[in-house]
């Protein structure tokens, strides 16, 4: 049985992630997702030099399904819209969970989203946003990407109905107004492993390593640091 400090502090808050990884079910990813969301723009600086602010980042990103009448969605964890690149990021706390993803649905879908023109998947949120029963929320995400695209591309996503909306945007790809923004795959996990250097992963930009991100903030937070290098040697 583990043992640790029982104030309520940040130390105890990394000890139960410590310990409790290691029990059925229990998934760590998404427990630890908001401190790596937190050094986002140290990882993004260091490992791609861009510089960010968190208004860049949109956690869960909708990519719609790949059937024309499919308006469900699969989520990114993190997409990060900088002035020329749209970073697709994806977290892995344990290998198995890598393995899967890499041999698996995911993989497929971002490397459909790395093709597909950025117009479109912008385009297609509020074609997601219509048919959903979180409407309210999809006005939030594209409230919050007309700040990020307007001083890009001059296109107002507003808070109109929803077919006015799209009927907007598709004049606006019609007459090429929406300049394209190239696509960077990222996974942050672990440790290397050997499907990085599968054949079919090489639409994968950059694998970035718990052991490196343990390094990076090792003055800055210590004990995120520690677990850090705590989960490499889990696996």
Not at 31 to 42: G, H, N, V
Not at 113 to 139: C, E, H, M, N, V
Not at 163 to 188: C, G, L, T, W
């Amino acid at each position: 049985m583990a043992k640790w400090d029982t104030e309520y502090n940040v130390e105890t808050v990394f000890d139960l992630l410590d310990d409790w990884r290691n029990l059925p079910s229990y998934q760590l990813e998404r427990r630890a997702d908001i401190f790596f969301a937190y050094y986002l723009k140290e990882i993004m600086k260091e490992f791609c030099s861009e510089e960010i602010d968190y208004c860049q980042i949109i956690p869960e990103f909708p990519v719609k399904k790949e059937k024309e009448d499919d308006y469900r969605s699969n989520k990114v964890d993190y997409a990060v819209f900088c002035e020329k690149y749209l970073y697709l990021i994806e977290l892995k706390t344990d290998m198995a969970t890598l393995k899967a993803s890499l041999n698996g649905d995911q993989s497929k879908y971002l490397k459909r989203a790395k093709k597909t023109a950025f117009s479109r998947l912008i385009g297609d949120i509020p074609k997601i946003g219509q048919k959903s029963s979180q409407k309210k929320k999809y006005k939030c995400l594209i409230e919050r990407l007309n700040k990020l695209t307007m001083p890009l591309y001059g296109f107002e996503l507003t808070g109109e109905p929803w077919a006015e909306m799209i009927k907007q945007f598709e004049d606006k790809k019609k007459k090429s107004e929406i300049p394209e923004k190239e696509k960077k795959i990222i996974y942050i996990c672990p440790i290397e492993s050997e499907e990085e250097q599968k054949r079919e992963n090489k639409h994968i930009d950059c694998f970035i390593h718990f052991g490196k991100i343990a390094e990076l903030l090792e003055k800055d937070n210590e004990r995120f640091s520690k677990s850090l290098n705590e989960w490499i040697k889990a696996e």
